[in-house]
């Protein structure tokens, strides 16, 4: 997960991840992501492509 400017991105690289916001939940298998804006609201549940996930690393290390 990563939380900018009161925002988050969700993205599950195994198993499943349950995300709960704005009094929703969605569920992500491996390789879905979501992103939840400042105010809560859960955007749709998206296969994420390459590029996204190779911006995560780069933010984030290999460990994420």
């Known amino acids: 997960m990563r939380v900018q400017d009161g925002a988050s991105a969700v993205f599950a690289r195994d198993g499943s991840v349950f995300v709960v916001a704005g009094g929703g939940t969605v569920r992500l298998g ?12 859960v955007g749709p549940v ?19």
């Open 46 to 64: 998206v296969r994420w492509g390459q590029a996204r996930i190779d911006l995560f690393d780069g933010l984030l290390g290999p460990d994420w």
């Open 30 to 41: 491996a390789g879905d992501g979501v992103d939840v804006t400042q105010t809560g609201s």
